[in-house]
């Protein structure tokens, strides 16, 4: 059974960091590619951060230069470090797979960029 469990969130000032981790278990975590997905209320969810087996990072230009994603195969976690965060970027923050035809998301953790 896939699973997967954010933890990291929280209330930050603008210009304030934090970084999200996500745990895996249930796949052999090195083979599969990660991402980093948030959904604000009202809108759609959409992805700030990709990461592939291989270590190759994607970012939309919205957070690029500010997140970054990496991941540590030894402890089947991927991290979404993020910077310089401003008051758009609050929103629930959750990670996600793609395991045998299917999308695996985890419950997601709440960041509030907010003085």
């Known amino acids: 059974q896939v699973q997967l469990v954010e933890s990291g969130g929280g209330l930050v000032q603008p210009g304030g960091s934090l970084r999200l981790s996500c745990a895996a278990s249930?796949?052999?975590?090195?083979?599969?590619?990660m991402g980093w997905y948030r959904q604000a209320p009202g809108k759609q969810r959409e992805l700030v951060a990709s990461?592939?087996?291989?270590?190759?990072?994607n970012y939309p230009d919205s957070v690029k230069g500010r997140f970054t994603i990496s991941r540590d195969n030894a402890k089947n976690t991927v991290y979404l470090q993020m910077n310089s965060l401003k008051p758009e970027d609050t929103a629930v923050y959750y990670c996600?797979?793609?395991?045998?035809?299917?999308?695996?998301w985890g419950q997601g953790t709440q960041v509030t960029v907010s003085s």
């Open positions: 249930g796949i052999i975590f090195s083979l599969y590619n």
């Open positions: 990461i592939t087996r291989d270590g190759s990072t």
């Open positions: 996600k797979t793609h395991y045998s035809a299917r999308d695996y």
